[in-house]
């Protein structure tokens, strides 16, 4: 191939480029001058249609914005109410050792031995302890299950043994045998208990045989 001959295809080449971008100028121009025009077709009504509607959208993106910061106000109170309120659990199990303890003692100290001077302070500082331990836990949200003559509920209660008993209804409580307490209405301890049950056939016919007997 020639010089002129090279020339002559680089100068083809080369208007074959201007052409293809003066098309493209030429149709992005043809294009936005259609927006321009549609946007300038517009209604006053139609404008104020979509204005209206950008306002309502940003409405609602307000309000949604409000309600989620509402929420998670909420949520950050809870969790701080909750915090100091349970967040001592693991002082108030503590307590109530300490308290069964004490009970334990007082329980011990016979009637007798009461009425002994040498040892009556001791007794009045226990007592004293005792007391002082039930109004703290009154303070702080600690409060004793109740659970003789009342129904068996997994919720509060554990079941130790079964005690047969005619005079009352099956799953009622009727030994207590470790108090159980709650912390704000939330499970501390549950309380460690005998439930009744019916008495077995056998043992129906015996108590029956002896009441003849009598």
């Known amino acids: 191939m020639s010089e002129e001959q090279k020339n002559n295809s680089t100068e083809e080449i080369k208007e074959q480029e201007e052409n293809i971008e003066t098309n493209e100028n030429q149709e992005e121009a043809s294009s936005s001058e259609e927006n321009e025009q549609q946007q300038t077709e517009d209604t006053p009504e139609e404008i104020i249609k979509k204005l209206n509607d950008e306002i309502d959208s940003l409405k609602d993106q307000r309000l949604r914005a409000v309600a989620e ?21 693991n002082f108030a199990k503590e307590i109530i050792n300490i308290k069964d303890n004490i009970e334990r003692a007082l329980s011990s100290i016979s009637e007798d031995a009461r009425k002994n001077e040498s040892i009556k302070p001791v007794v009045e500082g226990l007592d004293l302890i005792a007391q002082s331990t039930a109004t703290t836990f009154e303070k702080i949200g600690i409060k004793k299950i109740d659970s003789l003559n009342q129904k068996y509920d997994h919720n509060f209660h554990q079941a130790m043994m079964e005690i047969e008993k005619s005079d009352c209804e099956p799953g009622t409580i ?14 501390l301890r549950p309380a460690m208990v005998g439930v009744s049950k019916k008495p077995t056939t056998q043992d129906t016919e015996e108590a029956n045989s002896d009441n003849q007997e009598s």
């Not at 910061?69 to 659990?89: P, V």
């Not at 009727?174 to 499970?187: A, D, K, M, S």
């Open 174 to 187: 009727v030994q207590e045998l470790i108090p159980g307490y709650t912390l704000h209405e939330r499970l």
């Open 69 to 89: 910061l509402e929420n998670f106000r909420r949520r950050a109170e809870k969790d701080q109410s909750d915090a100091l309120k349970y967040g001592m659990a």
